[in-house]
């Protein structure tokens, strides 16, 4: 199984729409992450998560929520999805420190029509 | 501002032809430096990072990488390129894992 499991793995929504995309890990890190990955332009992160408690801002939050259940669980939400947040949407997790790596989940596929 | 760049955004190389990524960074603390593989329809995979001391970095998949400061460089060799290898790779900055930056990604093809 992996260690970073994102579902759905392909969703197809409408505009208006409100959707989730939730992220549960089983390598017992506090931190977490969703980033955001367009054609030409890399990963970008939209939130992060320290632990339970914290939240923050990344650079690219607006249009989105983000909910931390516990620790091995953080959510994403578009509230009212719109066709430009039509991209690949990616978990990850790491260890609490600054020499740590980054665990990625498989993705999340999404479009917006 | 903290950035990356992926100067060549395809590259193609023919089977057991050696390989070379290139990656330049713009950073204001000492970079923690990393390269990822994405396969189609993947995640992404780390194949080494640096963090301190050797500026040359093994990792998986024969895969090394050397930090050049004055260069602002982590540029991602292998010396014979396998069919497999065809993906696209990201390089990344960050203080360890937390607020990664990434590159805009490079694409390499394998000829036969």
């Known amino acids: 199984d992996a260690d970073v499991t994102q579902t759905p793995r392909n969703r197809i929504t409408k505009t208006g729409k409100r959707i989730m995309l939730e992220c549960s890990q089983t390598k017992g890190h506090d931190r977490m992450y969703w980033y955001r990955q367009d054609p030409g332009l890399g990963l970008r992160l939209i939130y992060y998560s320290f632990d339970v408690k914290d939240i923050n801002k990344g650079e690219i939050s607006d249009g989105y929520s983000v909910s931390r259940q516990a620790q091995a669980k953080f959510s994403l939400s578009l509230e009212s999805a719109i066709p430009n947040q039509t991209a690949l949407y990616f978990c990850?997790?790491?260890?609490?420190?600054?020499?740590?790596?980054?665990?990625f989940g498989q993705g999340t596929r999404l479009t917006v029509v | 501002a903290q950035s990356v760049t992926q100067p060549d955004i395809h590259i193609t190389v023919s089977e057991g032809a050696s390989l070379e990524l290139r990656c330049n960074y713009s950073?204001?603390?000492?970079?923690?430096l990393f390269w990822y593989v994405q396969s189609p329809g993947q995640g992404l995979q780390l194949l080494l990072k640096?963090?301190?001391?050797?500026?040359l970095v093994q990792g998986i998949k024969g895969f090394e990488a050397e930090f050049k400061r004055s260069q602002s460089s982590f540029n991602l060799r292998k010396p014979s390129v396998h069919w497999s290898d065809a993906a696209e790779y990201f390089c990344a900055v960050g203080q360890g894992a937390q607020k990664l930056v990434f590159g805009q990604g490079t694409r390499l093809t394998i000829n036969p």
């Open positions: 640096y963090f301190s001391g050797d500026t």
């Open positions: 990850a997790t790491s260890a609490h420190g600054r020499n740590t790596e980054a665990f």
């Open positions: 950073y204001g603390a000492t970079p923690y």
